[in-house]
T-cell receptor
Framework: DSGVTQTPKHLITATGQRVTLRCSPR?????VYWYQQSLDQGLQFLIQ???????AKGNILERFSAQQFPDLHSELNLSSLELGDSALYFC???????????FGDGTRLSIL | GENVEQHPSTLSVQEGDSAVIKCTYS??????FPWYKQELGKRPQLIID?????GEKKDQRIAVTLNKTAKHFSLHITETQPEDSAVYFC???????????FGAGTRLFVKA
């Protein structure tokens, strides 16, 4: 158990819909990272927050947004969903930048 | 931006042999290089990491080497075992350390 909790584990929805993925970091970790992993693909960095502030953005689509709340949990919002958004979405947390990241078990999103 | 290239994409070795996975990075200011192991259907897990002020680090059968001049780092697994079979990802953080860029992954097969 990494201490990082992601909910839900699975999500099935239709094109055009909007979903919210939730992540609770390990106790004491201030940084939260979001990654997208498509089938048999690598980990694509989406966005990173540190203590409530956005610190870095990767190739995150405009249809996607995220935030980190005062209690440090984070949410990734995906809207106007397309078939290509089907993937495993991982959240990771760390104490700070340049520190080991601990991954959650991921949310598997399936778009029908 | 930062780019990380990883080779080979697939590696098959006999049990007991050594395995070497190589990565190159583009951002000369990168100073943290973690390696993650991802078993099928599971989350990535940190196996070893190295910082730019160190040339080599070992942890039992696993070692990582870093050549800052060449912007190259490698993972070495000795005495491989079937349970080492997994996908291995190298990564590098960009300037400032807020963005982590992963290599495309190496699928390692250890044949018994």
């Amino acid at each position: 158990d990494s201490g990082v909790t992601q909910t839900p584990k699975h999500l099935i929805t239709a094109t055009g819909q909007r979903v919210t993925l939730r992540c609770s970091p390990r106790s004491g970790d201030l940084s939260v990272y979001w990654y997208q992993q498509s089938l048999d693909q690598g980990l694509q960095f989406l966005i990173q927050y540190y203590n409530g502030e956005e610190r870095a953005k990767g190739n995150i689509l405009e249809r996607f947004s995220a935030q980190q709340f005062p209690d440090l949990h984070s949410e990734l919002n995906l809207s106007s969903l397309e078939l290509g958004d089907s993937a495993l979405y991982f959240c990771a947390s760390s104490v700070g930048h340049d520190q080991p990241q601990h991954f959650g078990d991921g949310t598997r999103l399936s778009i029908l | 931006g930062e780019n990380v290239e990883q080779h080979p994409s697939t590696l098959s070795v006999q049990e007991g042999d050594s395995a070497v996975i190589k990565c190159t990075y583009s951002d000369s200011a990168s100073n943290y290089f973690p390696w993650y192991k991802q078993e099928l259907g599971k989350r990535p897990q940190l196996i070893i990491d190295i910082r730019s002020n160190v040339g080599e680090k070992k942890d039992q059968r696993i070692a990582v080497t870093l050549n800052k001049t060449a912007k190259h780092f490698s993972l070495h697994i000795t005495e491989t075992q079937p349970e080492d079979s997994a996908v291995y990802f190298c990564a590098a953080t960009d300037t400032g350390g807020f963005k982590t860029i992963f290599g495309a992954g190496t699928r390692l097969f250890v044949k018994a």
